[in-house]
């Protein structure tokens, strides 16, 4: 391997690094930290995957609805003023187009309804509400149901939007920070190029195929010159083709990796072929 073929292969990793790290660390920060409100059938699907609860009731996930406990997740039921539990133990007539299954019987159901005014929400919870929905047969105007699921039904049931949700979050959080310092770099290149091409099967060819509105099989019908249409699915793609290529790289020299796990030693052993040329 000559000298310019090494460097570069121990450079290029660097700036792939920082155009991810940078990207994914910001973009994990918006969702962990950052708060928007929902209102109507969102904050109902929320308050029935124990994220939000009406005002007044208490929520299974704690009062800031962060990151669930296990034991919050465990709960089949959010807990209820004693005033309200025999209407608590009614199953509703029928669940909302909007939930991805129904309530147990013996678990409180909410309805638009119940949050007539905005219900403050962590951004990592549109990602909830993302795969909810995408567990769903949507129907059309006609009230005709779609051909295909985005999701598997079984991963709307609770508590796996949530569970997913966060997921997806503390990867790009945490996969962001350590790609950009260079530790553990393949396997969390791999989880955010999982984690994007999830992405873009969501929010871009997944709904073209569902509503049977694609070009080239499955690209969405945005007009050719239509650079803002494209411009988010470019960005996708673009960092999924960056993590898949640091994942083949590695994380180069200059890294963490670099440090603890490249093999140490004296200048690196001259080939048989050069020996005998000098020889």
Request: with cysteine; charged share 15%.
């Amino acid at each position: 391997m000559s000298a310019r073929h090494g460097s570069g292969s121990s450079i290029a990793p660097i700036f792939l690094r920082l155009c991810l790290g940078i990207t994914f660390v910001w973009a994990g920060l918006g969702k962990v930290m950052n708060e928007s409100s929902v209102s109507g059938d969102s904050a109902a699907v929320l308050a029935n995957m124990g994220v939000i609860a009406p005002a007044g009731k208490p929520t299974t996930m704690g009062e800031s609805a962060g990151i669930p406990t296990l034991m919050a997740l465990a709960q089949d039921q959010p807990k209820e003023p004693a005033a309200k539990e025999p209407a608590a133990k009614e199953p509703p007539a029928s669940a909302p187009a909007s939930t991805p299954a129904p309530a147990p019987a013996n678990q409180t159901h909410y309805t638009a309804a119940d949050f007539p005014e905005p219900v403050k929400i962590k951004n990592v919870h549109f990602i909830t509400l993302m795969v909810a929905k995408a567990t769903v047969v949507p129907t059309d105007e006609k009230g005709e149901p779609a051909k295909m699921r985005l999701l598997p039904g079984a991963l709307g049931q609770r508590p796996w939007p949530v569970v997913l949700a966060w997921g997806a979050a503390i990867t790009e959080l945490v996969g962001g920070a350590m790609i950009l310092v260079g530790l553990f770099t393949r396997f969390w290149a791999l989880g955010l190029a999982v984690v994007m091409g999830v992405a873009m099967w969501l929010t871009q060819f997944g709904p073209a195929i569902q509503a049977g509105t694609t070009q080239l099989l499955f690209l969405p019908q945005y007009p050719a010159k239509d650079v803002q249409a494209w411009m988010p699915l470019f960005w996708q793609f673009s960092l999924t083709c960056s993590a898949l290529a640091v994942l083949c790289l590695g994380a180069g020299a200059l890294s963490l990796d670099g440090l603890f796990f490249m093999k140490s030693g004296g200048p690196a052993a001259k080939p048989p072929a050069e020996k005998a040329a000098q020889g």
